[in-house]
């Protein structure tokens, strides 16, 4: 058979699972035009638009061509100007995620290496209460950490029976700690989760070899264990710090004051105030184009990681 004929053929074969591939992808594809591209258009064009002066609502404007930069220029203004305000909220919000992140980092570490080394037969019974959380919703969640902090709560009960405080703390009068310590309690089980998968797919030959060349528990975990976990980590970290970054419900639920704002509460109080619309879709963007830096780094690490283990 000559060449060419051959090649013709073999195009020919390929064509239909390249259409059968494609027709798979069609709905996840249609689904993120519809949920995101769509969406995000639509904030680009109010915040490229203007307000209506009588009404006060905003008025999208479809053409790129005739954006304007009038809710850009607010929205800096509200973040480096002489009246600024957004900065120091900026600042906290960094704080509260940064301290949540580590925190929750070192109680689903631990917490994903004993279930994934040394559960054993019981490991389907720990995952299923992993997954637990799952099952309530995240306001529930939040409704039930409201009842734990109240002043007649049982934190405070249990806080003045073991004598550390002497009165009733005030957890839900804007504590910046309370804040902290929501965030970590809602955010925590996707980590455990995703630490949990990465470290369950670790070779426990490598450890076993490690040992075998005279390191001890600690040495192995450290020279073997930690660095063979970087990814899970870095996974771990990206799906519970990108929500913490934009969260506002926790904040709102748990204090409430302005003393803890953060950049979730700014966007989610402008984009409620008539006539600052286009400037809470201006905040949104810049927390989007924020997002994408730690996106963007983790995907490249994954694919230097990918090559490196090839």
């Not at 680009?44 to 220029?73: R, T």
């Not at 809602?186 to 797919?201: E, F, K, N, Q």
Request: with cysteine; charged share 10%.
């Amino acid at each position: 058979m000559p060449p060419r004929t051959w090649s013709r053929r073999q195009g020919q074969a390929k064509e239909p699972h390249r259409l059968f591939w494609a027709a798979l992808a069609a709905p996840g594809i249609i689904w993120l035009v519809l949920l995101f591209i769509v969406p995000f258009y639509v904030i680009c064009a109010i915040a490229g638009g203007y307000v209506n002066q009588v009404f006060g609502y905003p008025v999208a404007v479809w053409n790129p061509l005739q954006w304007s930069s009038a809710n850009f220029s607010a929205a800096m203004r509200d973040v480096a100007g002489s009246a600024a305000f957004v900065g120091p909220i900026i600042v906290r919000t960094l704080i509260y995620v940064a301290v949540a992140s580590l925190l929750a980092l070192l109680i689903a570490y631990p917490a994903a290496y004993f279930v994934a080394r040394f559960a054993g037969r019981r490991r389907g019974l720990f995952l299923v209460l992993l997954i637990a959380p799952f099952w309530v919703s995240y306001m529930m969640r939040m409704l039930a950490w409201i009842g734990l902090l109240q002043t007649d709560g049982y934190v405070n009960k249990a806080l003045m029976f073991l004598h550390l405080v002497n009165q009733p703390v005030d957890w839900l009068g804007g504590l910046g700690s309370t804040v902290v310590l929501g965030l970590v309690y809602g955010y925590i089980p996707y980590l455990i989760l995703v630490l949990y998968a990465g470290l369950d797919r670790i070779d426990p030959a490598l450890i076993e070899a490690g040992r075998d060349l005279g390191l001890g528990r600690v040495r192995t975990f450290v020279r073997v264990t930690l660095p063979l976990s970087r990814q899970a980590i870095l996974a771990g970290m990206l799906i519970t710090v990108l929500p913490m970054l934009g969260d506002y419900f926790t904040n709102q639920l748990l204090s409430g004051t302005t003393g803890t704002t953060m950049v979730g509460n700014v966007i989610d109080e402008q984009l409620s105030t008539p006539g600052l619309q286009g400037e809470g879709a201006v905040f949104s963007l810049l927390l989007l184009a924020a997002l994408v830096v730690p996106m963007v780094y983790y995907v490249v690490s994954t694919n230097r990681s990918s090559r490196e283990s090839a």
